[in-house]
């Protein structure tokens, strides 16, 4: 996708958003870029970065929402680029995955209630790690047809998200994909698996990784309509 296509559709996101403060922060947190460091390159107060972000200034036009897109992609072009450069790159392949963005963060205590979850290891990182979105998987797709190179393209614009595996009999190959890859998930989630079939590797490997693993048994259906409830 092109540059300027990337930043129109993040400053349509924000300006149709009914939350435009929320979505402005959730941009801003994607790019891990502080209101601080944001201010200082618009040359304007931290404060007035937090009014918006907090809707206690009147909704920005769109003058100043496109001012605020550009800062972001000429902070991380300063950087690198890393970001942007896997912004262009994320076209989801629809075959093996779907990508659910919310609309601002949610705490995975949250997100696991809603999906009325299950932590197995590393619950005590629920209530201090938000996510931006989820990825629905078709573990048997994913790990068997799926090209390695394209694996990073279910993060979609970061990281800081759920990997939801649905079609897992164990949880064990699913772990094992996210150990060797490249960039981890904040959370995996294992669908459709009771909590005594998980494979004991499989939450060993979480452990050792850090990554909080929950399994829900609450139906796809349902757990799609929670996720839309983020949305």
Not at 84 to 99: A, G
Not at 100 to 113: E, G, I, M, Q, S
Not at 164 to 184: C, D, E, N, Q, W
Not at 197 to 211: H, M, P, R, S, Y
Request: aromatic share 6%.
């Amino acid at each position: 996708m092109a540059l300027e296509q990337l930043k129109v559709k993040i400053a349509g996101e924000i300006a149709l958003s009914e939350d435009v403060g929320a979505t402005m922060k959730k941009w801003r947190e994607v790019f891990g870029i502080s209101q601080s460091e944001l201010s200082e390159f618009l040359k304007i107060t931290p404060s007035t970065i937090s009014d918006y972000e907090g809707n206690r200034r009147k909704s920005p036009g769109i003058a100043i929402i496109k001012r605020f897109v550009d800062a972001l992609f000429e902070i991380d072009i300063k950087k690198g680029g890393e970001l942007v450069k896997r912004l262009r790159e994320s076209e989801p392949e629809q075959t093996f995955f779907d990508i659910v963005n919310f609309k601002k963060t949610v705490l995975l205590a949250d997100f696991a209630k809603a999906i009325e979850a299950k932590a197995l290891c590393n619950e005590d990182k629920l209530s201090k790690i938000s996510i931006f979105g989820c990825t629905i998987l078709d573990s048997v797709k994913v790990i068997l047809e799926m090209p390695y190179e394209s694996f990073v393209k279910i993060y979609s614009t970061t990281s800081q998200r759920a990997l939801l595996f649905t079609g897992t009999t164990t949880g064990r190959s699913p772990m094992v994909a996210v150990r060797i890859a490249p960039i981890k998930p904040a959370v995996v989630v294992l669908h459709g698996l009771s909590a005594d079939k998980v494979d004991k590797l499989a939450v060993k490997i979480a452990e050792n990784e850090g990554i909080p693993l929950l399994v829900t048994m609450l139906s796809l259906e349902d757990v799609k309509k929670k996720l839309v409830s983020f949305t």
